[in-house]
């Protein structure tokens, strides 16, 4: 079975500053995805980011960035020139490339960005 | 863009009672999910769906069930509500031939068993 761990379950930054949440999974798969899930306080969650394992690149989404250590099994979120609207709970989750699509969940960290 | 709409954001049922949380998504998507929010725990699966009809269980499906008799519809049922049961569930669906793989999920539905 497949785990995800998020090690900091609060962090704080100021704005502008350059923040990086923590991510670590195990799995004994050789294809799979991972995500970066948003949850402001309206709780609808909201994809930052996805990686497929296959790719060697990074994932970028603008602001976002992912730090993916396929070796390592480690999978961290940066966010540059963080905002305001950053505040939010963030949750890394792990996806299987076979299968029925289910997602595992890492506990998450509420990341909250001071003006 | 997606819609996956949750019948209810906030809910109070008694001890015993049956409730049903509805879930109810606009794109054709095969997969639907139930997740459970816990404080601490993340995001937990409880049942999920890849076909109309068709179930399987998650990792935590004691005390619930779930329906699925249409395709854009995909119902959580808790048998006879618990205290234990007071959490955020949230449903979630995708699309088996997607080759962006990205699951989309409603806003969730606060639920307090009191």
């Known amino acids: 079975a497949q785990t995800v761990t998020q090690s900091q379950p609060e962090m704080s930054v100021q704005e502008a500053e350059t923040v990086t949440l923590s991510c670590t999974y195990d799995?004994?798969?050789?294809?799979?995805?991972l995500f970066w899930y948003k949850q402001p306080p309206s709780r609808q969650m909201i994809l930052v980011i996805r990686q497929e394992a296959y790719k060697q690149q990074n994932a970028t989404e603008n602001r976002f960035s992912v730090n993916f250590q396929k070796a390592a099994k480690s999978f961290s979120l940066k966010i540059s020139d963080s905002q305001l609207g950053d505040t939010a709970m963030y949750f890394c989750?792990?996806?299987?490339?076979?299968?029925?699509?289910?997602?595992?969940f890492g506990q998450g960290t509420r990341l909250t960005i001071n003006p | 863009d997606v819609k996956v709409t949750q019948s209810s954001r906030y809910l109070v049922k008694r001890t015993g009672e049956k409730v049903f949380l509805e879930c109810v998504q606009d794109m054709d998507h095969e997969n639907m999910f139930w997740y459970r929010q816990d404080p601490g725990l993340g995001l937990r699966l409880i049942y999920f769906s890849y076909d109309v009809k068709m179930k399987e269980k998650g990792d935590i499906p004691e005390g619930y069930s779930v329906s699925r008799e249409k395709k854009e519809r995909f119902s959580l049922i808790l048998e006879s509500a618990s205290t234990n049961q007071t959490s955020m569930y949230l449903c979630a669906s995708s699309l088996s031939r997607d080759k962006i793989v990205r699951p989309f999920f409603g806003q969730g539905t606060r639920l307090t068993v009191v």
């Open positions: 799995t004994s798969e050789n294809n799979y995805y």
């Open positions: 989750a792990f996806m299987a490339f076979q299968g029925a699509q289910k997602l595992v």
